[in-house]
């Protein structure tokens, strides 16, 4: 009974802000159009990276270029429709802005998360896509698989930006910490992992997941493997569980800011 | 005995200019000494220097490594480590605030500012110097350290601190320069954070901050050596790296040249700009 309204009230969430996001055209596709110029100049730089030389420990520019597409697809969607989870989102709990979602009766934490948007997030969607398409030039199945995959890391990222958000509730502000680990996560999940020794790879798997956002995600789409996807897929939902705990942990410390506002 | 009256005329320009060094001289110590009162969040910045250095570093070991080659575009992995080290600095040194031009033009409060007795263009490049100054020194600190480490040597020696410095001091005047033109444009658009983005993006590829220019096709090269950009970045940092005594001249050439067609179109777009200017209000 709970799951299909749980499901509707997202699905009006992900509508209503994308709404938002284009209520202002002008700084819409410019905001989209300086991030797709961002990713843009990465890709470039790889380009001119491969150009010189050609395969790096194993990896060719089609492989960063599928890197970069999962990583800003990821991004994208996290970002763009879950503002909350971005290192801002501190500010929130620390301004005892939470009474807002508390005192309506929704799911809180979907509500809190989907209660900010990042307008130039779109453009990483946008991005991601359209270079995936134009460099990778899938076929349905691969287009499908990069699809999900990039769903996965959306969802990882989203648990974890959640999870760096809520150490608010124990540690106060915790916008600037959270600033430098988010950077850690967006940084090297926009690098081949083979580059990297053991002891970091590991530490890419665990504290900072973006082995599993990114890194196998791309060897999958390489080359279909059912494990590895199963892998993936058990990952995401252990983390948005322990996400999930986090944050109703956290939350039994909110103290209310007795704050009278109207959300926009 | 009376000393000899020296004639007004020939003292004052004197005195007048080392007044206006001492009133500058001012600007830049407070400014300087702003920065420092916050070591904290200098020093916390450079957490992204560490894993931006790290990453560089696992990706030059092992390209040098597959290529089987000592140098790469002429350099060697410390000298290359060095050459990243010295251009993020560079980069990630710009205060966050550099577009405050921008507001000020936005807000009307360039209209106080012209009213005080300095030049404003001077204000903010004394301003800029005090604050760039620790946050350039903190963020290369931190990451020449790490390229020491990872690459096991220094890559950087004596000639090349020399002749690195001078190429550094231009290259900071020619980006102030450049931002402040940028930041000039509030008088026509809007908002000009979209304009400095794209120059940022510029000297990350153009400017040579993560690839140096010996390693771009040779057209691309060509063009990068003649734009603005590779004279903020590339310039310095391989000044510092791979000093050329040769090349020292040519290079610090362009630089002058940059600064001086950047100087000019700042300056006319300031007084300009300055026409423009209407002041509402009290």
Known sequence: MRLPSTARFLGQLLWFNLRAAMAYRVGFITSVGFMVINDAMWIIFWSLFFSRFPVVRGWTLEDVVTLWAVAATGYGVAWGFFGNVRPEGARVIV???????????????????????????FGDIL?????????VRPDAAQLGLFIVLSLCAAVILIS????????????????????????????????????FSTSVKVMLFTIIPAGFATYVPVTIIREFDPFRFLIVVMFT???????TTVFYTGLRRYESGSLVATQG | MTAPAVPIGRRQPAGRLALTARKYAVVFRLSLMTQLAYPAEMWLRT????????????????????MGQATLGGLTLSQMLWYVAI???????????????????????????????YNYLLYRFAQMWGERLPRFLTTLAVAAALATLFSGDVGVSLSGLTMGLPALVLALAIDFLLVTTISLLAFWVEDTAPFLFIYDRFLMILGGMLLPLELFPDVLETIARILPFSAVVYVPARMFVDPDGGRLAGLIAQQVITLAVVAVVALWLFRYAERRLQSNGG
């Open chain 1, 95 to 121: 301004s005892g802005r939470m009474d807002y979602y508390l005192s309506l009766p929704r799911n809180v934490l979907l509500h809190f998360i989907g209660g900010a948007i990042s307008v130039a997030s």
């Open chain 1, 127 to 135: 991005f991601g896509l359209g270079v995936f398409a134009a460099v």
């Open chain 1, 160 to 195: 974890f930006g959640l999870m760096v958000v809520s150490l608010a509730f124990w540690a106060g502000n915790t916008e600037g910490l959270g600033l430098q680990i988010s950077n850690a996560l967006i940084t090297f999940s926009t690098y081949p992992l083979d580059l």
């Open chain 1, 237 to 243: 939902a252990a983390l948005a569980a322990l996400a």
């Open chain 2, 47 to 66: 957490i992204f220097v560490l894993i931006i250095m790290f990453i560089f570093s696992s990706l030059w070991h092992t390209t040098f490594k597959e």
């Open chain 2, 87 to 117: 251009t993020e600095s560079i980069l990630l040194s710009r205060p966050r605030d550099a577009m405050r031009i921008d507001e000020e033009v936005r807000t009307g409060q360039l209209a106080y500012q012209l009213a005080r007795p």
